[in-house]
């Protein structure tokens, strides 16, 4: 079963200095962080910011190429989580025909973004993520935040994109 996520905040994380991108449960109290990369996170911000380039940038590109090929980007996931690495799928159809390619989770966030298809997360990835329980009791923003700057690499596995 598949939970169906929106990003709630992009953030940094105190102790690496590494991007996190929040992803929040609509219809419920789940939050999932995932550890991104400077680049990958730079193009999440663009797209919620809605900050023009001159040029295309890589996830634009792909949506280009997406659309000139026809095909429609019906849902992005995060289906996995394995030695503390998250895995994606992006869902295309094309012709009637539907088929699935894989990705890090911060291409797909960033993709999904730009094309406005729908992110969700597999539910076994919520039940095995360490920190998405504990994250869930936090109430408010400012509780959230001082929760996660709080996080050291014992409390969370260290997840990578």
């Known amino acids: 079963m598949e939970v169906e996520m929106k990003i709630g905040k992009l953030m940094m994380d ?35 910011e809605k900050v023009q380039t001159p040029r295309p940038m890589t996830h634009d ?33 094309r012709n009637g025909q539907i088929m699935s390619v894989d990705s890090r989770p911060s291409d797909a966030l960033a993709l999904a973004l730009r094309v406005d298809c729908p992110i969700f997360v597999d539910e076994e990835v919520l039940k095995s993520s360490k920190v998405t ?15 996660l700057e709080g996080l050291n690499d014992e409390d969370l596995g260290r997840y990578k994109m």
């Open 14 to 48: 105190p102790a690496t200095n590494m991007p996190i991108v929040v992803l929040k449960d609509t219809h419920g109290s789940a939050i999932l962080p995932i550890w991104v990369g400077i680049y990958e996170a730079n193009a999440i911000a663009l797209e919620i």
């Open 61 to 93: 590109l792909l949506k280009n190429l997406l659309l000139g090929l026809e095909c429609r980007v019906q849902r992005v996931v995060v289906n996995e989580l394995k030695d503390d690495t998250f895995y994606a799928l992006i869902w295309i159809e």
């Open 133 to 147: 329980n504990a994250v869930s009791e936090k109430s408010t923003n400012e509780e959230l935040r001082k929760w």
